[in-house]
């Protein structure tokens, strides 16, 4: 069954690096989005993105962060410059129109 | 505004025992509803959703929902737990004037005893 991957499963950055957290969505899915999820708190929408850009953005989703897909399979959040609250888990989903999100396995971002 | 309520934090059931968590919703569009499980230090899984037609809804599991649109809730049940059962449930909700990105209640803790 086709299932959303992401890269790395663990990263570790000082404060005020810049990171990319890479997502592989399912093939045939066009909606993309990033989600993150702070240690004991919800999940919380950061992004969502369709057709080469951006279609919403949450309030979290500020200047620091950016996302792109650079080619046909990858989907990937930046932030350019890591603060200390910034460390989370953030998740990748995908779906196709009219359709469920398919979540991926989540990046766990430490920033020291 | 928009807000999804997840009222109990934590709920701790009885192997063997049925379940009920609870959601509910604020939304002006018609929204479409979603029931995910995440064990810890692991992703989310979908258990059921709900986009239209019949309110009851079957998902994987043995679990299933029921969508009361009167009482804005969408609330999850099984009828006997498994320890297996024992994670973090969150309820999420979509609608299409924000593109679908879905809104997550705060989650429930499940803890299932012998």
């Known amino acids: 069954e086709p299932e959303v991957t992401q890269t790395p499963s663990h990263q570790v950055t000082q404060m005020g690096q810049e990171v990319i957290l890479r997502c592989v969505p399912i093939?045939?899915?066009?909606?993309f989005y990033w989600y993150r999820q702070i240690l004991g708190q919800k999940v919380e929408f950061l992004v969502s993105?369709?057709?080469?850009?951006?279609?919403?953005k949450s309030e979290i989703f500020d200047d620091q962060f950016s996302v792109e897909r650079p080619d046909g399979s990858n989907f990937t959040l930046k932030i350019r410059s890591t603060k200390l609250e910034d460390s989370a888990m953030y998740f990748c989903?995908?779906?196709?129109?009219?359709?469920?999100?398919?979540f991926g396995p989540g990046t766990r971002l430490t920033v020291l | 505004a928009q807000s999804v309520t997840q009222p109990d934090i934590h709920i701790t059931v009885s192997e063997g025992a049925s379940l009920e968590l609870r959601c509910n919703y604020s939304?002006?569009?018609?929204?479409?509803l979603f029931w995910y499980v995440q064990s810890p230090g692991q992703g989310l899984q979908l258990l059921l959703k709900?986009?239209?037609?019949?309110?009851l809804v079957q998902g994987i599991k043995g679990f299933e929902a029921e969508f009361k649109r009167s009482q804005s809730s969408f609330n999850l049940r099984k009828p006997s737990v498994h320890w297996s059962d024992a994670a973090e449930y969150f309820c999420?909700?979509?609608?299409?004037?924000?593109?679908?990105?879905?809104?997550f209640g705060k989650g429930t803790s499940l803890l299932v005893t012998p």
């Open positions: 989903a995908s779906r196709q129109p009219a359709r469920e999100q398919f």
């Open positions: 093939s045939n899915h066009l909606y």
């Open positions: 993105f369709y057709n080469n850009e951006i279609s919403e």
């Open positions: 939304y002006g569009a018609t929204p479409y």
């Open positions: 709900y986009f239209s037609g019949d309110t």
């Open positions: 999420a909700v979509g609608a299409k004037d924000s593109g679908y990105a879905l809104n």
